[in-house]
């Protein structure tokens, strides 16, 4: 889960900005936040923009929003945001490359070549049209799932889709959404990385044991030098990074934000970190662990963006028939892996059935024999809140599991979870795949509303 900003420190002190670092450090993020993500709304996305501003970024600002301005061009495809008049961030639409915030220097020129999707080898999960439920209480458990709360915090569903067997059984999308309309994953983009790691494996490029391949960790002398990609999954680094976990006044001062709105090289920020506990031996989660994964990827995948979106649709997107994919990198061409992947919610599901299938994608292993397994395998010190390798889980026990479990969620359940509600939930007991995407406000992500969502639909549908 990828939790974002809450600029309530800010409020206190717009006069200061001038003449405070951090406080302009902190107005930096977020109107690197504002230029961003609507940037990726109205380009990427390409939903009305004032509305997702509305929904999905105003209630980020409260009580400051009144400071904070934005302006769309749409002739040169950029996004202007100002906080106070004072502080201004640019993002710009970069095609398939998707947004990025502007700093300098700006990012090498890059061409970026589509060549046609390879076939999928995963078959059709669906025909051309929404998929109606045929049975009344899958429709009733999709008219639940989005119900409108009478005051906020609202939860603002998007779109659901139902998957059994390898089938979308239910499926609907709020006005404005559709089966085509590419959404914001938040942190459920880690899981993607989980995935791209997860080949590099399979190929015998990478090993998640033993020292990560980081160049500026190689001394053996450093103590960096012991953490591995297994560390960097499992958010067990011990990297002093922030946190990307709660949100709180001090978000906006946070390392890990900073990094994602006020960094060109994002990688070469996390790696600079300095170790706050013995790696493997304290649970953080923190953006900065995936975005070192990135840089991984992405040296392996070739060491620019045209070569490692290559890798992944090659290897990933294609072959699972995601056709609605923009992963956003940084200026250098990193994946930002933490959090910045847009696809359609078709498209999520079918990177769920991947995992549902144990890696395996229409006869062709994906990912290694025993991937999924040890994706979904919890993380010790993380039963608070059930993380495993890239992913949430219901498995090992902890008060996160059974929370989600009392709610109606399986046991054997793990998923891709982004903030503001973002889900692929996976129930291998079940054959059956979840996916919800929104901008809820609600406690814990609106995990009540998906866990019942999850559980009227098994309810629905006996085992098969």
């Given at each position: 889960?990828?939790?974002?900003?809450?600029?309530?420190?800010?409020?206190?002190?717009?006069?200061?900005?001038?003449?405070?670092?951090?406080?302009?450090?902190?107005?930096?993020?977020?109107?690197?936040?504002?230029?961003?993500?609507l940037?990726?709304?109205?380009?990427v996305?390409?939903?009305?923009?004032?509305?997702?501003?509305?929904?999905?970024?105003?209630?980020?600002?409260?009580?400051?929003?009144?400071?904070?301005?934005?302006?769309?061009?749409?002739?040169?495809?950029?996004?202007?945001?100002?906080?106070?008049?004072?502080?201004?961030?640019?993002?710009?639409?970069?095609?398939?490359?998707?947004?990025?915030?502007?700093?300098?220097?700006?990012?090498?020129?890059?061409?970026?070549?589509?060549?046609?999707?390879?076939?999928?080898?995963?078959?059709s999960?669906?025909?051309?049209?929404?998929?109606?439920?045929?049975?009344?209480?899958?429709?009733?458990?999709?008219?639940?799932?989005?119900?409108?709360?009478?005051?906020p915090?609202?939860?603002?569903?998007?779109?659901?889709?139902?998957?059994?067997?390898?089938?979308?059984?239910?499926?609907?999308?709020?006005?404005?959404?559709?089966i085509?309309?590419?959404?914001?994953?938040?942190?459920v983009?880690?899981?993607?990385?989980?995935?791209?790691?997860?080949?590099?494996?399979?190929?015998?490029?990478?090993?998640v044991?033993g020292?990560?391949?980081?160049?500026?960790?190689?001394?053996?002398?450093?103590?960096?030098?012991?953490?591995?990609?297994?560390?960097?999954?499992?958010?067990?680094?011990?990297?002093?990074?922030?946190?990307?976990?709660?949100?709180?006044a001090?978000?906006?001062?946070?390392?890990s934000?900073?990094?994602?709105?006020?960094?060109?090289?994002?990688?070469?920020?996390?790696?600079?970190?300095?170790?706050?506990?013995?790696?493997g031996?304290?649970?953080?989660?923190?953006?900065?662990?995936?975005?070192?994964?990135?840089?991984?990827?992405?040296?392996?995948?070739?060491?620019?963006?045209?070569?490692?979106?290559?890798?992944?649709?090659?290897?990933?997107?294609?072959?699972?028939?995601?056709?609605?994919?923009?992963?956003?990198?940084?200026?250098?061409?990193?994946?930002?892996g933490?959090?910045?992947?847009?696809?359609?919610?078709?498209?999520?599901?079918?990177?769920?059935?991947?995992?549902?299938?144990?890696?395996?994608?229409?006869?062709?292993?994906?990912?290694?024999?025993?991937?999924?397994?040890?994706?979904?395998?919890?993380?010790?010190?993380?039963?608070?809140?059930?993380?495993?390798?890239?992913?949430?889980?219901?498995?090992g026990?902890?008060?996160?599991?059974?929370?989600?479990?009392?709610?109606?969620?399986?046991?054997?359940?793990?998923?891709?979870?982004?903030?503001?509600?973002?889900?692929?939930?996976?129930?291998?007991?079940?054959?059956?795949?979840?996916a919800?995407?929104?901008?809820?406000?609600?406690?814990?992500?609106?995990?009540?509303?998906?866990?019942?969502?999850v559980?009227?639909?098994?309810?629905?549908?006996?085992?098969?």
């Amino acid at each position: 889960m990828h939790r974002s900003i809450s600029f309530l420190l800010l409020g206190s002190a717009p006069i200061l900005l001038s003449g405070c670092g951090s406080l302009d450090r902190a107005a930096s993020v977020a109107t690197g936040f504002v230029s961003h993500q609507l940037c990726s709304a109205a380009f990427v996305s390409q939903v009305e923009p004032e509305q997702f501003y509305r929904e999905a970024i105003a209630p980020s600002l409260a009580p400051v929003g009144f400071l904070v301005s934005h302006r769309i061009d749409r002739e040169h495809a950029e996004v202007t945001a100002s906080f106070a008049g004072m502080v201004q961030s640019r993002a710009a639409y970069r095609g398939p490359l998707g947004c990025l915030v502007l700093h300098d220097p700006p990012p090498a020129a890059e061409e970026i070549v589509r060549t046609p999707a390879a076939p999928s080898v995963l078959p059709s999960i669906a025909g051309p049209g929404v998929v109606e439920p045929d049975d009344p209480a899958l429709k009733d458990a999709l008219d639940r799932a989005f119900e409108e709360q009478a005051a906020p915090p609202y939860r603002w569903t998007k779109a659901v889709v139902v998957v059994r067997d390898g089938r979308i059984v239910a499926e609907r999308y709020a006005p404005g959404y559709g089966i085509d309309t590419p959404v914001i994953g938040w942190s459920v983009t880690k899981s993607v990385t989980n995935a791209l790691i997860g080949i590099l494996v399979r190929q015998h490029k990478l090993s998640v044991g033993g020292p990560a391949p980081i160049a500026a960790w190689s001394d053996p002398g450093d103590p960096r030098h012991a953490i591995s990609i297994d560390n960097l999954l499992r958010m067990n680094s011990g990297l002093d990074i922030g946190q990307s976990l709660t949100s709180s006044a001090s978000d906006a001062f946070d390392p890990s934000a900073y990094m994602l709105f006020g960094e060109r090289d994002m990688a070469a920020f996390a790696e600079r970190a300095t170790l706050k506990a013995a790696p493997g031996t304290e649970w953080t989660y923190t953006n900065g662990n995936t975005l070192l994964l990135s840089k991984i990827i992405r040296d392996n995948a070739g060491g620019n963006a045209a070569s490692v979106l290559a890798f992944a649709r090659r290897e990933l997107f294609d072959k699972l028939g995601m056709q609605h994919v923009t992963l956003e990198v940084d200026a250098v061409g990193t994946p930002v892996g933490s959090s910045h992947m847009l696809a359609s919610p078709r498209d999520w599901a079918r990177f769920g059935l991947l995992y549902l299938n144990d890696g395996v994608a229409g006869g062709e292993r994906i990912l290694p024999e025993g991937w999924v397994d040890y994706s979904a395998a919890q993380t010790a010190g993380s039963g608070q809140f059930g993380y495993a390798a890239g992913f949430w889980t219901n498995r090992g026990g902890g008060d996160g599991a059974q929370y989600r479990i009392s709610h109606g969620m399986p046991a054997d359940a793990f998923m891709a979870r982004g903030s503001y509600g973002q889900y692929v939930i996976i129930v291998p007991s079940r054959r059956l795949v979840v996916a919800r995407f929104g901008s809820a406000r609600t406690p814990r992500d609106d995990m009540d509303t998906v866990a019942r969502l999850v559980s009227d639909v098994i309810a629905a549908m006996p085992p098969s």
